[in-house]
């Protein structure tokens, strides 16, 4: 079986609500016929279902960017998962390095996430990544070991179907210095390896990472080309109609 292809717009805290109705149109119109290649947007919690409605019954699929990890409480300003699953998203995405880094989101809180997520028919879109200071210090493996390890405590073998994980270079991340090709094939291996140390060769085989960190429309097809780079998490790139359709489109 071949690993699905996923190509994630991540619109952060941009676009009003009319501004992310129209990019989604824009997209929906240049998609029709991408064959087997999956598309999912991430847009601000409060268009998450006006997004959905838009994209029922096409090819691109809907994910919120943050959820808590408890179903229902008094956690003033959260998204619980039955709301995620209520406005018709089908992933969320867990432990974007600007919720660990911004936010202090741990491992144990990703953890929590991830589960909470499969619990409620969600697909987990799980981040990792090392920060710039890591990499120079040779500690990239140790991390990503660290983050897929405790991110996964839990998961079982079954469940690994329903989960994607993005690898992110926390210092390629909005900087416009992407990692170069063989850098994130390397880290997809590793990723690759861990997770079969956790299940085994099959479960690693079907895994999709996607790479994420200053994804563009003149870097992507290097990536894509890469045999452990099975899509793309986008950023900056995904918030105009033709530079992600571009990236999407990639040959
Ligand atoms: P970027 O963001 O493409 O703007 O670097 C990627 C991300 O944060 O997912």
């Known amino acids: 079986m071949a690993r699905r292809k996923i190509f994630a717009g991540n619109w952060k805290m941009y676009k009003k609500r009319q501004e992310a109705l129209d990019l989604v149109k824009g997209l929906l119109a240049g998609i029709a016929d991408i064959g087997e290649r999956e598309v999912v947007v991430f847009p601000p919690s409060p268009w998450a279902k006006d997004v959905a409605d838009l994209c029922r019954g096409s090819q691109m699929a809907v994910g919120m960017q943050n959820m808590h990890f408890e179903q229902e409480g008094a956690f003033t300003g959260e998204v619980s998962p039955l709301m995620v699953k209520d406005a018709g998203c089908r992933y969320i995405l867990i432990g ?30 799980i981040c990792v990544g090392e920060l710039l200071k890591e990499r120079e210090k040779g500690l990239t493996e140790e991390v990503l070991k660290r983050q897929v390890v405790k991110g996964l405590a839990g998961v079982s073998a079954e469940q690994m179907k329903n989960i994607v994980i993005a690898y992110e270079p926390v210092w390629a991340i909005g900087t416009g210095k992407v990692a170069t090709p063989d850098i994130a094939d390397e880290a997809h291996r590793f990723i690759r390896k861990v997770v079969e140390g956790l299940y085994d060769a099959k479960t690693a ?4 990472v996607l790479y994420g960190g200053s994804v563009k429309p003149d870097n992507i097809a290097g990536l894509f080309a890469k045999e452990h780079i099975d899509g793309v998490l986008v950023g900056g790139a995904s918030l105009k109609v033709d530079s992600f359709l571009d990236i999407v489109r990639v040959k």
């Not at 974007?96 to 879109?125: C, Q, W, Y």
């Not at 085989?205 to 999709?208: A, I, K, M, S």
């Open 96 to 125: 974007h390095s600007e919720r660990r880094h911004v936010f202090g989101e741990t491992d144990d809180d990703v953890n929590k996430k991830v589960m909470t997520a499969l619990k409620n028919d969600i697909e987990p879109v």
């Open 205 to 208: 085989d079907l895994v999709p």
